[in-house]
């Protein structure tokens, strides 16, 4: 298995700007995590989604920030406008059923907002 | 609120020697308590997990203690390696009914050779 599969890996863009992160979770996961990592406040849990519904989004910053998972295999993490402060590192990470607490972490969208 | 602290500062130890991080937490005691490593520009990696009711849960060269008097979890490395050096992450779950973790800053670990 490929492993848990993150696009962009990078991205730069202006304050104002839309901003979507993709993410492709190991196949047959049926948890899908959207995490955002910062020096100042570490590892945090934006949303997360079982059986592609989005079961709690209370870490969800604002409203510029929405996620979405069409289907088992594709989810998408959108910012709408994007701001300096959101820049960080956004991963996805998946788990299966039985297992949840097992997380596998994808390579991570290192996000600068200019 | 729960509070997950590690040690901020790096730990710095000489190959062959055991690695021990420490995880204290506040509040109260999670379900499970796991335990991540991170390489620079990579995400977190699985390591060990340990749940309440266990004291102690090892993996070849790893061991995990947990304290649930002391609200404390420790982590050690036995026989370090150069290749060992990354940032240990300590992972709470505070409520088996929200499948979420709660992660600690992470203490940075550098093997000498």
């Known amino acids: 298995d490929a492993g848990v599969i993150q696009s962009p890996r990078h991205e730069v863009t202006e304050m104002g700007q839309e901003v979507t992160l993709r993410c492709k979770p190991i196949?047959?996961?049926?948890?899908l995590f959207w995490y955002r990592q910062t020096m100042m406040r570490g590892l945090e849990l934006l949303i997360y989604?079982?059986?592609?519904?989005?079961?709690?989004d209370s870490g969800m910053p604002e409203d510029r920030f929405s996620a979405k998972m069409p289907n088992a295999s594709f989810s998408t993490l959108k910012i709408q406008p994007s701001e300096p402060r959101d820049s960080a590192v956004y991963f996805c990470?998946?788990?299966?059923?039985?297992?949840?607490?097992?997380?596998?972490f994808g390579p991570g969208t290192r996000l600068l907002v200019l | 609120s729960q509070k997950i602290e590690q040690n901020s500062e790096a730990l710095n130890i000489q190959e062959g020697k055991t690695a021990t991080l420490t995880c204290n937490y506040t509040?109260?005691?999670?379900?499970?308590l796991q335990w991540y490593r991170q390489d620079p520009g990579r995400g977190p990696v699985f390591l060990l997990l340990?749940?309440?009711?266990?004291k102690e849960k090892r993996k070849e060269r790893l061991k995990v203690t947990f304290d649930t008097t002391l609200k404390q979890s420790l982590f050690h490395i036995t026989a370090s390696q150069p290749a060992d050096s990354a940032t240990y992450l300590c992972?709470?779950?505070?409520?088996?009914?929200?499948?979420?973790?709660?992660f600690g800053s992470g203490t940075r670990l550098q093997v000498q050779p």
């Open positions: 340990i749940r309440e009711n266990e």
């Open positions: 989604f079982n059986n592609n519904v989005p079961i709690d």
């Open positions: 990470a998946s788990s299966p059923r039985f297992n949840w607490e097992t997380q596998y």
């Open positions: 992972a709470l779950t505070m409520d088996t009914g929200r499948r979420a973790l709660t």
């Open positions: 509040n109260y005691s999670p379900a499970y």
């Open positions: 196949s047959g996961h049926d948890y």
